[in-house]
Each structure stands twice: as structure tokens, then as C-alpha cells.
């Protein structure tokens, strides 16, 4: 698409603030899963307060800044909306997918404890279970669990079935 030569500039921070904040976005569900992983691991929490909040915010200006740059030099057509070059786009992507792989590995140790915790508790088998699946079903959501059914689905034109569904 055409964009004036006005409206460039402001269309591509637009879009600069937009990748941050999808980066923001999966760095604080990584660094709630960890906070949530500690407190169930009987750790002090409150200490790593800074390192969270440094996860949260500042991680994603590490990927985002050399992305603008890149895409600066290399594809600095339009606003910045297509993704031609691919390894730019995997500078963004990249981050997103650890985020979803460790969160994943965090939701799944969660559940483990979770587990161990409510089997010591003795209460009746059918009221176990479903502590279980609530606690369970409130994670996936909150860690974004679902996304690793569709992380590597494609970002491009056109689709297949799971990139629809996504």
C-alpha cells in the first residue's frame, strides 16, 4: 500500500509500538508464569520484583529496536505492514516462540506441583479432580498455553486449516 510521505514516519512507529507491545504482551505472561512458579516452589517472589518488571519491559526493546532498524535498512517500504524479508520477521519471531516454549515448560511444571499438592490434601477423588481442571484451566489462558498449537503457523498471505483456526 501507498502511504504519503507524512504519514510514513507516524505509520511505522504505529507499528513500531504495536510490535513492542505484542512483545510486552508474552514477556509478562513469561514473567507472571515464573512469578507464579516461585510462589508455588515456597520462594521468595517479592525479590525478583525487578527482574520481572526488566522481563516485562525491557526484554522486548531488545528484539524490537534491531527490527526497526533492519526494517529501515533493508524494507523500509510502505508501513511497515508486510513481512517480504523473512529473516527480519524472525527477529520478532523468534522471541515470541521462546516466550511460548517457556511458557509452556512453566505451565506443565505448575501443573506437576499442582498435582502433588492437591493429591496430599486428603479430600474426596471427584472434588480433587475438579480443583484440578479449574486450576488447570484458569493456567492455559493466563501462560498462553494455546499458543503452542499455533506458533509456528504461518503469518503470510493465503492459509491452511491452522492458520485459519489461529
Known amino acids: 500500500t501507498a502511504v504519503s510521505p507524512q504519514a510514513g514516519p507516524a505509520c511505522r512507529v504505529a507499528q513500531s509500538l504495536a510490535q513492542y507491545c505484542v512483545g510486552a504482551n508474552y514477556a509478562w505472561a513469561t514473567a507472571e508464569g515464573l512469578f507464579l512458579l516461585r510462589l508455588l516452589l515456597a520462594t521468595s517472589a517479592r525479590r525478583c520484583l525487578p527482574a520481572f518488571l526488566l522481563l516485562g519491559w525491557g526484554v522486548p526493546v531488545l528484539f524490537v529496536v534491531p527490527w526497526v532498524v533492519l526494517r529501515y535498512l533493508y524494507e523500509n517500504e510502505g508501513c511497515w505492514e508486510r513481512n517480504e524479508k523473512a529473516a527480519v520477521w524472525w527477529l520478532i519471531r523468534c522471541p ?20 502433588a499438592k492437591v493429591r496430599a490434601q486428603q479430600v474426596s477423588r471427584g472434588d480433587t479432580r475438579l480443583r484440578l481442571a479449574r486450576s488447570t484451566l484458569t493456567l492455559i489462558p493466563l501462560l498462553g498455553v494455546h499458543e503452542v498449537l499455533f506458533a509456528l503457523a504461518g503469518e503470510g498471505e493465503g492459509g491452511g486449516g491452522l492458520r485459519l483456526a489461529r
Open 96 to 115: 515470541i516462540l521462546v516466550a511460548v516454549a517457556v511458557n509452556f515448560v512453566v505451565f506443565v511444571r505448575i501443573v506437576r506441583i499442582l498435582v
